[in-house]
């Protein structure tokens, strides 16, 4: 549908005002909050996320995308709230225990909201006993940890100690991910899938919970 195609390229191209003007004339024209969701919203996000994976898209250009997707969700979660259409997953991210940085974990967050997730972001600095609680109280079903200090790493460990202590563990599956991160850490950890990037964050999110 061309009204919606047009949506999708206003969330490439970055434009917030566009994106949000689309997104309430939809509305107006009673179309499913559901269908400008996923075929303009999310579709527009998806070439965001392929773009920024082939290096066609850098970081700025994300940011620009997410912030006009921002722009737009303001006009549908109302019509989403009414229409009861479920994220698709729980994400509780967070940078984990003695680490401040949020530029990754933000990009992150944006595009797994970009898929369909819903997200609790926990900001920076978090200890386990904020994971736990994001699972028990809030019920993610995901726990998104980020480090990008080698030094604070071993917190993401603990994280998942204090997840299987608490009995949060069968709850939610474990992603982490950050620049001195590797497979070969989580496997180490026991994390459910790790991510060298933010757009390959939305693929091993789906992935953990079965979604094609």
């Known amino acids: 549908m061309a009204q919606l195609q047009a ?3 206003a969330i490439i191209a970055g434009n917030r005002v566009k994106t949000a003007e689309l997104t309430a004339e939809a509305l107006s024209a009673g179309m499913p909050a559901k269908q400008i969701l ?3 919203l999310i579709a527009g996000m998806a070439v965001v ?3 920024f ?3 066609e898209f850098y970081v700025p250009e994300v940011l ?3 912030r006009a997707m921002a722009a737009a969700m303001e006009k549908l979660r109302p019509a989403l ?3 009861k259409v479920e994220p698709i997953g729980k994400v509780a991210i967070g940078t984990v225990r003695g680490d401040l940085h949020d530029i990754g974990k933000n ?3 944006m595009m797994l909201e970009g898929a369909g997730f819903e997200i609790i972001d926990l900001g920076v600095d978090c200890s386990p006993e904020q994971f736990v609680g994001a699972v028990k109280e809030k019920g993610a079903n995901i726990v998104a940890l980020s480090a990008l200090l080698t030094t604070t790493m071993p917190a993401m460990r603990d994280t998942i100690e204090a997840m299987t202590a608490a009995g949060a563990r069968d709850k939610a599956k474990v992603i982490i991910g950050g620049a001195p991160v590797t ?3 989580a496997d180490q950890i026991g994390a459910d899938g790790y991510a060298a990037d933010a757009a390959s964050g939305v693929d091993v999110a789906k992935s953990v919970l079965g979604i094609a």
């Open 107 to 109: 990009l992150v967050a």
């Open 64 to 66: 620009v995308a997410a």
């Open 7 to 9: 949506l999708a390229d």
């Open 49 to 51: 996320g392929e773009k």
């Open 81 to 83: 709230v009414e229409a």
């Open 183 to 185: 497979q070969k850490f």
């Open 53 to 55: 994976k082939n290096c």
């Open 38 to 40: 996923d075929e303009g």
